[in-house]
């Protein structure tokens, strides 16, 4: 096999690993502090990428235009926790995650009917134009989804680990009621975790669709390969998160460089799921106790 | 007003009791089965299809409601009966009603080593891997087009053979709802036997624990498994029947979208209760209908946008205010009232 095809598809695979490990870390966050599955962070996704496009085309420069996109997909997020997950915060894991669905569907059909069905591009971020190496192609925007990562990734532990906000988050992940006990407003977090998670989804959607394009229905399939990612590496720790989202995307994109018929798709997913169902616990179980 | 109706509904029911309650499902079930004697074709195929969906969220009273296992992959097992048996009849010329069988049979052969897999996990995990496997079934079914025809479609799945002097749509219509009495009937056995009981003892979303029910003697993954055959024999037959009364069936049908709409039917209806799963299904295909059909027309849009956020509300608002579905509001009105 040619070194361009291996080069390439190593390239495409870490490309596509660090939007799932964006994905990943989204459903990481509202998982660990609140145990909920969010089924609906693909959404957050598309949101972020729709808004950005819509505001751009109304004339508002590129980066204002990510801000107010980000700005509005949270504020989507406080309506999912405030009025959705709130209500029913005591009920069992499924009630939960099946609120989510709801949420996820509705987002959809709104998306539908405000945008259309089409498919919708950016250009890409300050022009930034495809570099050749070794006769495989970097697409200008994807050393944008890598950095975009990279930021989230030192963001999110600086965040966690070096501040007094990230750390009661933390404390609620570990021990709700011992959180409680010393003073910290549970719901406050979890509202927290909600509205970063969309924040994390809308950057995510905005810096992938020059690359990726967005439409109203990305958000399903996009969920799914978050909760592979989150799966296959561990949903309890951002690490495990990181390296499930690069598995999944190594995968797909190797076995598409390697599987000449259409089959790769499938042979991906199945790789990924014998990995999982080898090891339930993900690549990098919790610390401690098992559950 | 709201006041009085939860007094008058009550009071209605409490005249009539449980008689009233019989009285409603057999007037129903006469209304029902003579629906081809007097309805339009349009009525007869919608009803053909709440069916069908009926068959599908069976499935999941029994796997949910009954053993509390949050599976979302019915959509699959419906695909693998459709395509097992449209591939037998259209490439090997086996007849319709042997093909139907084997599509049902096809269907618990696979739920059987891979719910053996899936189910010695935990929890809403389950639902997630549930759900990627149902999307690795759909490209599998998409790239396997030299078998199956892939995204465009497999054509010309011969017709099941009808008695005469009756339309094809009327006869796929007893069809269906024959499989929907014969399901119906198989669940509610079940819970009501010993294995019933079993489920119930390891059901953790209502109070059970499958470590208590092992160590009461109960083999939990045993149960778990067959639970699981038995809620993918009737997709799978339920798929089988979809393919010939099709005749052209194509992957986006069996998707995982598909899956958790076949969920919603279930919690909407009421997922602890058999009849909840048919209330459900003709809830969710009539709202599918109206919102298809009419809304577009009357307040513009795209087709396909409204029904998403219809779905997307029921569902919502079911969970919020009557997590047990609709089915249990009749008791709970009757239940304030004695309050």
């Not at chain 1, 808004?51 to 997909?73: D, E, N, Q, R, Y």
């Not at chain 2, 998409?142 to 339309?167: F, Q, V």
């Not at chain 2, 079993?198 to 498994?225: R, W």
């Not at chain 2, 087709?303 to 008791?331: D, K, Q």
């Amino acid at each position: 096999m040619e070194i361009a095809t291996v080069l390439q598809s190593l390239i495409s695979g870490l490309t596509l690993g660090c939007i799932y490990a964006a994905l990943g870390l989204g459903l990481f966050v509202v998982y660990g502090v609140t145990r909920v599955l969010n089924l609906a962070q693909g959404e957050f996704v598309m949101l972020g990428g729709m808004l950005t496009v819509s505001f751009v085309s109304l004339g508002v420069p590129l980066a204002p235009a990510i801000v107010l996109a980000v700005c509005t997909t949270m504020l989507s997020g406080i309506f999912l926790y405030r009025f959705i997950i709130y209500p029913a915060r005591n009920a069992s894991a499924s009630t939960l995650a099946f609120l989510t669905v709801g949420f996820a569907f509705a987002i959809e059909g709104i998306t539908l009917l405000v945008w259309g069905w089409e498919y919708r591009s950016l250009t890409n971020f300050l022009g930034s134009s495809s570099i050749h190496l070794w006769g495989a192609t970097i697409f200008g925007q994807a050393p944008w989804v890598v950095g975009m990562t990279v930021l989230m990734v030192v963001g999110l532990f600086f965040f966690f680990g070096h501040t007094m906000i990230g750390k009661a988050l933390r404390a609620c992940a570990d021990e709700p009621l011992g959180a409680r006990s010393v003073g910290i407003n549970i719901e406050k977090m979890a509202l927290l975790s909600f509205v970063l998670a969309s924040g994390l989804g809308a950057v995510a959607g905005a810096t992938i669709t020059p690359l990726t394009m967005t439409a109203y229905n990305i958000g399903i399939p996009l969920t799914i390969k978050g909760l592979l990612a989150a799966f296959v590496g561990g949903i309890h720790r951002p690490v495990g998160v990181i390296l499930g989202g690069l598995l999944v995307g190594f995968a797909e994109a190797l076995s598409a460089g390697l599987v000449p018929t259409g089959y790769h798709d499938v042979m991906a997913l199945g790789l990924l799921l014998a990995v999982f169902l080898a090891r339930p616990r993900g690549l990098l179980p919790a610390h401690g106790v098992a559950e | 007003m709201k006041r009085e109706l939860g007094v008058i509904i009550p009071a209605i029911a409490d005249r009539y009791g449980v008689r009233g309650g019989r009285l409603v499902v057999a007037v129903a079930g006469v209304v029902l089965l003579t629906l081809p004697l007097w309805a339009t074709a349009y009525v007869v195929n919608m009803f053909t299809t709440i069916g069908l969906y009926s068959v599908l969220a069976l499935g999941l009273v029994l796997l949910t409601g009954l053993a509390g296992q949050v599976s979302l992959c019915q959509a699959m097992f419906y695909g693998v009966g459709a395509y097992t048996s449209a591939l037998l009849a259209v490439r090997l010329g086996i007849p319709p009603a042997l093909a139907l069988v084997s599509g049902a049979a096809a269907a618990g052969l696979v739920a059987a080593p891979l719910g053996r897999a899936i189910l010695r996990l935990r929890g809403i995990i389950v639902a997630g891997v549930t759900l990627t496997v149902n999307l690795g079934f759909f490209y599998l079914v998409k790239s396997a087009a030299e078998l199956t025809g892939g995204a465009t479609g497999l054509y010309l799945i011969p017709r099941l053979d009808s008695p005469g002097g009756m339309s094809y749509s009327s006869f796929i219509f007893f069809v269906v709802w024959g499989l929907v009495i014969l399901c119906l009937v198989l669940t509610s056995n079940l819970v009501k036997s010993r294995i019933g009981r079993a489920l119930k003892s390891m059901n953790v979303l209502a109070g059970g624990s499958e470590d208590t029910a092992q160590v009461l003697g109960i083999d939990v993954m045993h149960f778990k498994v067959g639970v699981y055959i038995v809620a993918a024999v009737f997709a799978g037959a339920a798929g089988a029947v979809y393919a010939h009364r099709m005749t052209v069936i194509e992957p986006h049908t069996f998707g995982a979208q598909t899956s958790v709409l076949i969920a919603i039917m279930a919690i909407v209806g009421g997922v602890t209760n058999p009849w909840g799963a048919i209330l459900g299904a003709t809830l969710i295909v009539g709202i599918t209908e109206v919102f298809r059909e009419v809304a577009p027309v009357v307040l513009g849009g795209a087709t396909g946008a409204y029904e998403l956020v219809a779905y997307g509300v029921v569902l919502v608002l079911t969970l919020l205010f009557l997590p047990e579905g609709l089915f249990s509001l009749p008791t709970r009105l009757r239940k304030r009232h004695e309050d």
